[in-house]
């Protein structure tokens, strides 16, 4: 495995690579991200990971300077995974003020884009650099993270992007909680809580396969129960899969998404639901 901090020395170890599978990440590795790191193992010859806390995406009320940096625990994790690890400055990655965004569509400003104004906007412009920077035949992206993914895929296809973009599954604990790098700041008895996220899309998941088309009814029942048990939820939301609009009676293929805060903790989860016709 070698580590690299500089862009042009990339370029120059992928130079003539024709099988490079790519996976960004923000670092405080979890097995969440290594088992994407594992996917992209399977889909290119060449394994590259970049560690890179993107400033651009954290608003000014956000946890930017808290984020758990830990690339000596990361690099570990990965030596046996990766070929290259990227990791960047971020004078690396921006030398000069960044004035040419990503603009995102529309859905970007609902979910988490409305409660994090901007977010989208900075990640789809790292996003679109680090992809220049590497250019993979592939990459991965976790699926915890649905409309990001779903933002990205459409970045790729709409730039006319050679990529193909893989989602990996979330990677859960035994009791069901997605595996994030912000469960770390849940206490005991919080991280005792957190599986109820997960909980209610399930419930969400098997009202909507049992025949209930009421979304509006399951989605406030859902958010009435975590309200109740302490949660802050910044909303819970059936949505069509594909397109991540609100769905149409006859859609089948649909995901529930919830963000909640969990005392200073802001977690996020989804559950893709398939409805069966007969």
Same mark, same amino acid.
């Given at each position: 495995?070698?580590? &690299?901090?500089?862009?042009?020395?990339?370029?120059?170890?992928?130079?003539?690579?024709?099988?490079?599978?790519?996976?960004?990440?923000?670092?405080?590795?979890?097995?969440?991200?290594?088992?994407?790191?594992?996917?992209?193992?399977?889909?290119?010859?060449?394994?590259?990971?970049?560690?890179?806390?993107?400033?651009?995406?954290?608003?000014?009320?956000?946890?930017?300077?808290?984020?758990?940096?830990?690339?000596?625990?990361?690099?570990?994790?990965?030596?046996?995974?990766?070929?290259?690890?990227?990791?960047?400055?971020?004078?690396?990655?921006?030398?000069?003020?960044?004035?040419?965004?990503?603009?995102?569509?529309?859905?970007?400003?609902?979910?988490?884009?409305? &409660?994090?104004?901007?977010?989208?906007?900075?990640?789809?412009?790292?996003?679109?650099?680090?992809?220049?920077?590497?250019?993979?035949?592939?990459?991965?992206?976790?699926?915890?993270?649905?409309?990001?993914?779903?933002?990205?895929?459409?970045?790729?296809?709409?730039?006319?992007?050679?990529?193909?973009?893989?989602?990996?599954?979330?990677?859960?604990?035994?009791?069901?909680?997605?595996?994030?790098?912000?469960?770390?700041?849940?206490?005991?008895?919080?991280?005792?809580?957190?599986?109820?996220?997960?909980?209610?899309?399930?419930?969400?998941?098997?009202?909507?396969?049992?025949?209930?088309?009421?979304?509006?009814?399951?989605?406030?029942?859902?958010?009435?129960?975590?309200?109740?048990?302490?949660?802050?939820?910044?909303?819970?939301?059936?949505?069509?899969?594909?397109?991540?609009?609100?769905?149409? &009676?006859?859609?089948?293929?649909?995901?529930?998404?919830?963000?909640?805060?969990?005392?200073?903790?802001?977690?996020?989860?989804?559950?893709?639901?398939?409805?069966?016709?007969?």
């Amino acid at each position: 495995m070698r580590q &690299i901090s500089n862009i042009s020395e990339l370029r120059k170890h992928l130079a003539g690579e024709t099988s490079v599978a790519f996976v960004p990440t923000m670092g405080n590795l979890h097995e969440g991200h290594l088992d994407l790191v594992r996917c992209a193992s399977e889909h290119g010859k060449c394994v590259v990971v970049s560690v890179f806390v993107n400033p651009l995406q954290f608003g000014p009320s956000e946890d930017f300077d808290k984020y758990p940096r830990t690339l000596a625990a990361d690099l570990a994790k990965l030596k046996e995974l990766a070929n290259i690890v990227f990791v960047p400055s971020v004078s690396e990655m921006y030398p000069q003020q960044q004035t040419v965004y990503i603009e995102p569509p529309p859905i970007s400003n609902e979910l988490c884009g409305e &409660i994090r104004p901007g977010h989208f906007r900075g990640m789809a412009t790292v996003v679109l650099k680090l992809l220049n920077i590497v250019q993979p035949q592939v990459a991965i992206f976790g699926k915890k993270d649905y409309q990001q993914l779903y933002l990205i895929r459409q970045m790729v296809e709409q730039m006319n992007m050679p990529i193909q973009v893989i989602g990996g599954e979330t990677v859960r604990a035994s009791d069901g909680l997605a595996l994030s790098s912000r469960n770390q700041y849940l206490s005991s008895t919080e991280r005792n809580e957190a599986v109820f996220l997960y909980q209610v899309l399930k419930t969400i998941q098997h009202s909507i396969q049992s025949g209930e088309r009421d979304m509006a009814k399951l989605e406030s029942e859902a958010s009435s129960t975590l309200a109740k048990r302490g949660w802050l939820v910044e909303y819970v939301s059936v949505r069509n899969r594909e397109t991540l609009n609100l769905p149409d &009676i006859a859609d089948t293929k649909l995901v529930a998404l919830a963000a909640a805060r969990l005392g200073s903790t802001r977690l996020i989860d989804n559950l893709e639901i398939e409805i069966m016709n007969f």
